[in-house]
């Protein structure tokens, strides 16, 4: 059976760990410093998939040895965001726990597919391939997946549809200048533009750059943890199970959508691999002026954290 492990028992992780092992993807180890709390969670779930007849077995620890030879790991550790803060406000403080994680990494799964869940992600899952020395391939961001859900719900909540009815589709940095792609938003088949007035999708639109915040606000204590736990979740699937699926991930990109140097939410379809393939779709003029616009700002965020770094 695979192993999965998840690095941060908080919100997100605990969710991711529920969503692993209800899909019965593999094994799974819960990590935190506070070995308590990893294992009173690995404990809790491991007894609820007992319920629905499944063998799947969490282990909870505070020692990196137990994640050895793991197929996948995912990191969600990390400070979570507080009312009036964006993600970038958590740059430094996270940049120092994924760092001191993927060190312990790469010494006990060498061969695993790294996946960054810790924001700012775009920025972060730099830091974690630069790092790890992994191949592009075998490091990815999630972020993309939740954005898109996002998306597809205010749309679905709109037109009073089933979400599962529309497509959408998000690309470029995990925050407020995320590119929700409306061209490439359709229901049962129909472009958005041709069901709703550009009024009304420009708010939407600007509501999905904002979701986070939302939630945030409105949980005064933490950020959203259901929906990042399922979302990167959906990734490790796609990958354990070789689905070749197409999702938009932060990856690496050299050259593709004209951008090199830079992990940019794309389209890249999913498999045992990691990353099988960067999907290049055609982008309006201003849906390139917004997606230009982001990559720019994940630039400078990550000159800012390399700048910081070196000065140490």
């Known amino acids: 059976m ?14 991711a760990a529920v969503s692993a092992a209800t ?12 070995a308590d709390l990893a294992k009173g969670k690995a404990l809790d779930i491991t007894q609820s998939m007992a319920l629905i007849q499944s063998d799947v077995i969490v282990t909870g620890t505070g020692d990196y040895k137990e994640t050895a030879d793991s197929s996948i790991v995912i990191v969600t550790a990390g400070v979570s965001r507080k009312p009036g803060m964006s993600r970038d406000d958590l740059l430094h403080i996270n940049a120092d726990i994924v760092e001191s994680i993927v060190k312990q990494v790469v010494e006990y799964s060498p061969d695993c597919i790294l996946i ?38 205010f749309i679905a909540e709109e037109l009073n549809v089933a979400a599962s009815e529309v497509v959408t589709m998000v690309l470029g940095d995990h925050g407020a200048l995320m590119v929700p792609l409306e061209d490439h938003c359709q229901v ?21 750059q904002h979701a986070g915040s939302e939630i945030v606000n409105l949980l005064k204590t933490s950020s959203s943890y259901f929906a990042p736990g399922l979302a990167v979740i959906q990734m490790a699937k796609a990958i ?73």
């Open 116 to 153: 960054i869940v810790t924001n700012p992600i775009n920025t972060l899952v730099q830091l974690a391939y630069d790092i790890s020395g992994f191949s592009k391939e075998r490091v990815i961001g999630m972020a993309g997946i939740l954005d898109g859900g996002r998306f597809k719900y």
């Open 2 to 15: 695979e192993k999965i492990t998840i690095i941060g028992a908080g919100n997100v992780g605990a969710h």
């Open 240 to 312: 354990i199970r070789d689905e070749g699926k197409t999702l938009p991930c932060a990856v690496f990109l050299e050259g593709e959508y004209d951008v090199t140097g830079a992990f940019v939410g794309v389209p890249v379809v999913l498999g045992r691999n990691g990353v099988e393939k960067i999907v290049e779709i055609h982008l309006s003029e201003k849906e390139t002026i917004a997606f230009n616009r982001s990559v720019e700002h994940i630039k400078e965020r990550t000159a800012d954290l390399n700048k910081q770094r070196q000065n140490k």
């Open 188 to 208: 049962n088949g129909q472009p958005i533009a041709e069901l709703l007035s550009r009024e009304r999708i420009e708010e939407i639109v600007y509501r999905v």
């Open 23 to 34: 899909l019965e993807l593999g094994n799974i180890v819960l990590l935190d410093q506070d």
